[in-house]
């Protein structure tokens, strides 16, 4: 059977179907905002890049990056998060 749908392109323009960032925030604080993004299940997901400067590199879905911008922003009053680029090794 022949698909007939039409692709309809994406607003956000990307090579790939996800965006990926890394953010710093407090150690004890990994866990929560794991647990947090699981609960917006295919959104987005965290990865540990160095727990003992707490950085996370998150893979967020290009369909929900404004999503996950605004889950972001209202909690970083109490996770205190805050983006870093890192240099490729």
Do not use: C, H
Not at 10 to 38: C, G, H, M
Not at 45 to 61: E, G, P, Y
Not at 73 to 89: G, H, I, Q, R
């Amino acid at each position: 059977m022949k698909n007939t749908l039409n692709k309809v392109e994406s607003p956000v323009d990307k090579r790939d179907d996800f965006i990926e960032t890394y953010i710093a925030l407090n150690k004890k604080n990994i866990s929560l905002l794991t647990f947090i993004l699981q609960g917006y299940e295919g959104f987005a997901t965290a990865t540990t890049i160095d727990k003992t400067r707490a950085i996370v590199k998150l893979f967020i879905m290009a369909d929900f990056i404004f999503e996950i911008e605004d889950l972001l922003k209202s909690l970083n009053a109490d996770l205190k998060t805050e983006e870093v680029l890192l240099s490729p090794d």
